[in-house]
């Protein structure tokens, strides 16, 4: 994993970064990573570099882990999210109306912000 210095360096020449928090749910005796989707629709690891940036994107109840990115890729490549994983991705979709409600008819679609969500 490696972090973004602002720089247009290929990734080989930025410096690894530390642990990072994964969302994780327990699975009783044992704690499972989850997996996202990418826009193109392909399973990808996703990892933050703080607590406050995994809360931002996914809400402040979401448990989590630390992982080194070497075994974030481990547990996901069996699941069938091969390389490579997403660090610190912002974009999220709008929230799904629970069972039973109906969205708000006819809104339009929210305007998409740019990303700052890498993948290594």
Do not use: C, K, N
């Not at 690891?45 to 080194?68: D, H, K, M």
């Not at 409600?101 to 679609?109: C, E, I, K």
């Amino acid at each position: 994993m490696f972090q973004y210095d602002g720089s247009d360096s290929e990734p080989e020449e930025q410096s690894p970064a530390g642990p990072l928090y994964v969302a994780a749910r327990p699975g009783g005796a044992h704690v499972v990573v989850r997996l996202f989707r990418t826009p193109l629709g392909a399973r990808t690891a996703v990892g933050f570099t703080s607590p406050e940036r995994l809360a931002a994107t996914l809400g402040t109840a979401q448990p989590w882990i630390r992982l080194f990115e070497a075994a974030l890729r481990a547990m996901a490549r069996p699941l069938g999210a091969p390389p490579p994983l997403t660090v610190d991705p912002v974009l999220t979709a709008p929230a799904v109306p629970a069972a039973g409600t109906a969205g708000p008819a006819g809104a339009p679609f929210p305007r998409v912000p740019e990303t700052t969500a890498r993948t290594v």
